[in-house]
């Protein structure tokens, strides 16, 4: 139709900027993963594919590829458990949903730096809130923070803290979704509340579990906030994520050259996830 | 097979009690905070932990006044402002022109900012640092500001994208009809349309952008250090600033949730699209 023509044209600041500033400094990154570079150095040394070898041959890179993987299958398990058991709770419910909605809400919703503070409160040895009071009963706790597995375990459920939610809810809306006349059906058949849980509302929902579990996978990859606030990737190396090993590499050893090529590893891995899950993702976007 | 009426009454008695009782525990650590930002450092460190205390502003002052925390408020205040003003409108224009172009040439765009949207943070975080540093913008607004509308775009375009589909496709061939040309139809017919988008949209990404901490960690300084930033180096380490930073969190919280009443009825359509966590 002759009205669409030059319809590009109000693309063209969006994807203008965006291409300045997302796919330039993605090309720069590339480029300086090619070099021995010193942030703050004059001195730079072409090493082509060098970062990459030093990387892959390092325990320290495998180990933090392992931590990510614990800490993203632990999180994202707690996460839908508990998402389907609220979104659940809420969906059988006939009043006030809306409520407990935005109550269940808030972790998600507040500063993710803010949220992890609280729970550093809350975990902190001695002064938090679950010392003090397991202290009063003379109880000794473990040190939550400065144990490797205790400090992953919490690594974990802060992230299910501050994405249940966003589990819940997305599981909330779809089971809206779920068609009422077949689950009518199954009762008058006789089947009882957790045969049909387990045969006609799981099977709805598998479209959008998986999107979810992957967009969850892949987030893990991203996020930053919580680990460097609640545990800075300590202690020692015990929840230290790609990405927390890349910051540190980064701006605290400051070999940019070397964290570029980590931070291009890690666009691989996310490459290859979205490539595994295209067509689910694809079409759960296509939702809108 | 029909329940009778006082089995169903009890099951929701039920089910309202353990949903009550489960906010309750999960608000704790956040109740707890809210709790320990009125309390004085005697009263918030104690074994057992103290319940009843006498309560006190004056931290909530301190944080705020003598801490230089307002500072940062309008530090964060400026990069958001400057972010939504930026990214909400250009990603409305290319959201429209999306939604008025054929699905099969849209599709694989919108799926091309998906893969956008899942790009690793740290990844440009170097770069930026490393370009910021050459072009001496590193700890002004503008950089930050960039960075932000960029990552923000994906979002953005998908939100609008969403509720310019709503609207329907004959009202742009009528007001072609009657003379108007693609940028008329859009601003006098279909944006004031598509106001509550706009509206959700900025929200959104008003969220987005006050709640953001790698960016703004990297690339700002003791000039435009943001809230996020400033209570992470803050707070925590030392017992005797706990009332202090617990203050300082509850302040950065405050906002957020004024806004979440208002963002709440769309909630469902900004999250499964990504929004508030970047």
């Known amino acids: ?40 150095s004059r001195e730079i040394h072409f090493v082509g594919l060098a970062n990459y070898v030093q990387l892959l041959g390092e325990p320290r890179l495998w180990h933090s590829l392992w931590t990510t993987l614990v800490i993203a299958f632990g999180s994202v398990a707690v996460e839908f458990l508990l998402g389907f058991v609220l979104a659940f709770a809420l969906y059988s419910a006939t009043f006030s949903v809306r409520v407990f909605m935005i109550l269940l809400f808030l972790p998600h919703i507040i500063t993710p730096v803010v949220a992890t503070l609280f729970l550093k409160w809350i975990l902190t040895s001695n002064w938090g809130l679950i010392d003090a009071t397991l202290l009063t009963f003379n109880v000794s706790p473990p040190d939550w923070l400065g144990d490797p597995i205790w400090a992953k375990i919490c690594v974990v459920l802060a992230d299910s803290w501050i994405f249940t939610p966003f589990v819940m809810l997305v599981l909330y809306a779809a089971l809206q979704t779920v068609d009422l006349a077949q689950i009518e059906a ?23 579990i998986i999107f979810t579990v992957s967009v969850r996978l892949m987030d893990v990859f991203r996020f ?56 689910v993702l694809q079409r759960g976007y296509g939702r809108g | 097979m029909k329940r009778r009426p006082i089995t169903r009454v009890r099951n929701q008695a039920l089910l309202l009690a353990a949903l009550a009782i489960f906010t309750f525990v999960n608000l704790v650590p956040l109740i707890w905070a809210a709790l320990t930002s009125i309390k004085n450092p005697a009263d918030a460190f104690t074994v057992p932990p103290t ?25 964060s205040l400026i990069v958001s402002a400057g972010t939504v003003l930026i990214s909400v409108p250009i990603g409305s224009l290319a959201a429209y022109g999306l939604s008025r172009m054929p699905q099969r040439r849209a599709s694989p765009i919108l799926f091309g900012l998906f893969t956008v949207r899942m790009f690793p943070h740290m990844l440009l975080a170097i770069p930026f640092f ?6 001496n913008m590193i700890d002004t607004y503008p950089l930050l500001v960039l960075a932000l509308v960029a990552i923000n775009q994906p979002f953005t375009i998908w939100l609008m994208y969403s509720f310019f589909l709503d609207i329907p496709r004959e009202l742009d061939e009528a007001a072609a009809i009657d003379g108007c040309n693609l940028w008329q139809t859009f601003r006098i017919v279909i944006l004031p349309l598509a106001r509550p988008g706009l509206t959700v949209a900025a929200l959104f990404s008003l969220l ?25 180096s803050f707070g925590g380490e030392d017992v005797s600033d706990w009332s202090i930073s617990a203050a300082g969190a509850i302040g950065i919280m405050l906002p957020i949730v004024v806004i979440m009443l208002f963002v709440q009825r769309h909630l469902v359509r900004g999250l499964t699209i990504g929004a508030v966590k970047g």
Do not use: C
């Open chain 1, 186 to 208: 199954a009762r008058i058949d006789g089947a009882n509340g957790w045969r049909i849980i387990r045969h006609i509302i799981i099977p709805s929902l598998v479209p959008v």
């Open chain 2, 208 to 232: 987005l952008s006050y709640n953001e901490f790698l960016f703004a960690l990297v690339l700002t300084g003791i000039k435009t250090k943001t809230l996020p930033v400033a209570i992470a």
């Open chain 1, 224 to 279: 930053f906030d919580t680990i460097y606030v609640l545990t800075g990737g300590g202690p020692g190396t015990a929840t230290e994520t790609v990405t927390i090993y890349t910051y540190q590499l980064g701006f605290q050893l400051l070999q940019v050259g070397k964290a570029s090529a980590l931070g291009l590893i890690t666009l691989i891995i996310v490459a290859a996830i979205i490539a595994t899950f295209s067509r």
């Open chain 2, 51 to 75: 319940i009843i205390f006498h309560p006190t502003f004056e931290y909530h002052r301190q944080v705020w006044v003598d801490r230089g925390f307002v500072h940062y408020l309008i530090n």
């Open chain 2, 130 to 135: 490393v370009m910021g540093s050459f072009l």
């Open chain 1, 1 to 40: 139709m002759r009205w669409q023509r030059g319809l590009w044209l109000f693309l063209v600041p969006s994807f203008g900027l965006m291409s300045l500033v997302l796919l330039w400094p993605l090309g720069y990154a590339a480029y300086l993963s090619l070099f021995d570079i010193y942030l703050g």
